[in-house]
């Protein structure tokens, strides 16, 4: 076991030359006190060594002078941590001291979701789809999916803190990007003030990029085997990294949810339900309501394809009231909306959020297709044995208070609400699912459209950048989850 606090993640990355793990840790091993020190390239088991003492006092002096070693920050000060230049950065993680003693650096689930004596009154499928949106096997597979070092953000340790450092360190690099590229905008001789002042033809240094990354690698571990960390340098990776950011702040909600919930001696898959505060009712295959959902679901020709496998209807805590504050907004549309497996378990709880970090082409909303296929390109899956060996994945349908549609063909990622006058934007594609083919479902005595037709040519937006249409809502309460899917991709 470890012995009270004395246990540490340390990582340094630095573009070009490492990127490395240290790992200390004090522990009681019968009769002597050990301290287990374990170092060497991420994402692979490195070198270990053990100090073995009778007194504490000499094993935890061995403790705190690695930790300056290899720091330059004491142990006593390690709340005000303070990074240092070519030194190991010390890792957040949730504390807690009934863990083993290799936890701080394990992977490893250490249970797989089994049944207890307790009672469950769930629908056998909905136990299989509580089962996989809880796994820590799927969690550890969709970190590692995205690169993210299992072994050094193991899972029941997230912290929220450390991942917002790493948030942090995403805008200082996209911030320095956009420096860079209004430089590289200026005529000779122009400039903001006359401290700023320069000529073109000087060149903003990769080093202020390659440090900046090395900082966002080093707080966030990523295992890139042996290949060199690469740079961070376009605004696109950088958004491509917030995402991976956002994912692992549900994955962290998630975790936290099963770490802060007292046991009521039901059986687990039932509690594990219960921590959703979401009522989750099955739709009968036969019924015309899945017969609807799942001709939407084949409408679009897929490159991706799925099969629908099991529909659910959602009814989260609380949504209706939110959504009835746009009770006066009459036209709406049941939408597509795909994510990432490891999220699901977060969504159902907190709802389709616009995180802080969060955009895109259409800048800073929560983003819905009326096309199947499009949708279905976000979905993070899980390749298991949950229905046999296949790749598993969820899709939300919600109905969107749209009103009022801007029409957009060109990007602009700086949107934050729709203009004056409108309550959505419409990035318009140049297709679009045949109107006339349109079905009609009831929501609390609204009419929902639903646009099952196949895409066809929308000759008022031939020239759109837009292959296919994209529905924002810049305010949460406008979307309202009423269904969620799930589909096996081959």
């Known amino acids: 076991m470890v012995h009270e606090d004395y246990a540490c993640m340390l990582n340094q990355t630095n573009i070009g030359q490492n990127n490395k793990f240290y790992v200390i840790q004090v522990a009681k091993d019968k009769k002597d006190f050990l301290c287990f020190t374990r170092w060497g390239r991420v994402g692979e088991e490195g070198q270990w060594n053990i100090d073995s003492m009778n007194k504490v006092e000499d094993v935890i002096k061995v403790f705190e002078k690695k930790f300056k070693d290899k720091t330059k920050n004491n142990w006593a000060d390690r709340d005000n941590f303070e990074p240092a230049p070519k030194k190991y950065t010390l890792l957040e993680m949730d504390d807690d001291s009934d863990e083993e003693e290799d936890a701080v650096d394990s992977s490893t689930p250490k249970k797989e979701l089994v049944s207890n004596d307790g009672p469950c009154n769930l629908h056998p499928r909905t136990m299989l789809m509580i089962k996989l949106i809880f796994s820590d096997d799927m969690f550890v597979n969709q970190m590692a999916d995205i690169s993210l070092d299992v072994k050094k953000m193991p899972l029941g340790k997230l912290s929220k803190l450390q991942i917002a450092k790493g948030l942090e360190a995403l805008i200082d690099i996209e911030d320095a990007i956009k420096k860079k590229k209004a430089q590289e905008r200026r005529p000779v001789g122009w400039s903001w003030a006359p401290e700023t002042y320069f000529e073109k033809s000087e060149k903003f240094p990769r080093s202020v990029l390659m440090e900046l990354t090395s900082k966002f690698f080093t707080l966030i571990p990523h295992n890139f085997g042996r290949s060199a960390p690469p740079v961070i340098d376009t605004v696109d990776v950088v958004q491509k990294k917030k995402e991976v950011m956002l994912t692992l702040s549900d994955i962290e909600l998630t975790q936290s949810l099963q770490r802060d919930k007292e046991s009521k001696g039901l059986h687990i898959l039932q509690e594990k339900y219960d921590m959703l505060d979401c009522r989750l009712e099955y739709v009968d295959q036969t019924s015309s309501e899945f017969k609807i959902i799942s001709e939407y679901s084949i409408a679009c020709p897929n490159s991706r394809k799925g099969t629908l496998l099991d529909v659910w209807r959602v009814d989260r805590n609380e949504a209706k009231e939110r959504f009835a504050a746009h009770d006066d907004i009459k036209h709406r549309k049941l939408l597509w909306h795909g994510t990432n497996v490891a999220v699901v378990a977060a969504i159902l709880k907190a709802g389709l959020r616009i995180m802080p970090h969060s955009g895109g082409l259409v800048g800073k909303g929560i983003y819905f297709a009326s096309e199947h296929s499009k949708s279905s390109c976000y979905v993070g899956c899980h390749y298991g044995a949950f229905e046999g060996e296949s790749y598993l994945g969820f899709m939300f349908l919600v109905e969107v208070a749209l009103g009022g549609e801007s029409s957009i063909t060109q990007a602009d990622g700086s949107l934050t609400e729709a203009p004056s006058g409108y309550d959505s934007v419409v990035a318009r594609g140049r297709k679009e699912p045949d109107p006339k083919k349109n079905k009609k479902l009831v929501f609390d005595?609204?009419?929902?459209?639903?646009?099952?037709?196949?895409?066809?040519?929308?000759?008022?937006?031939?020239?759109?950048?837009?292959?296919?249409?994209?529905?924002?809502?810049?305010?949460?309460?406008?979307?309202?989850?009423?269904?969620?899917?799930?589909?096996?991709?081959?």
């Not at 989850?481 to 589909?487: E, H, P, Q, V």
């Open 445 to 490: 005595e609204n009419d929902v459209t639903v646009p099952l037709g196949k895409p066809v040519p929308q000759k008022e937006w031939f020239e759109s950048s837009f292959a296919q249409s994209k529905y924002l809502v810049y305010k949460e309460s406008q979307a309202r989850i009423r269904y969620i899917l799930k589909f096996s991709f081959v």
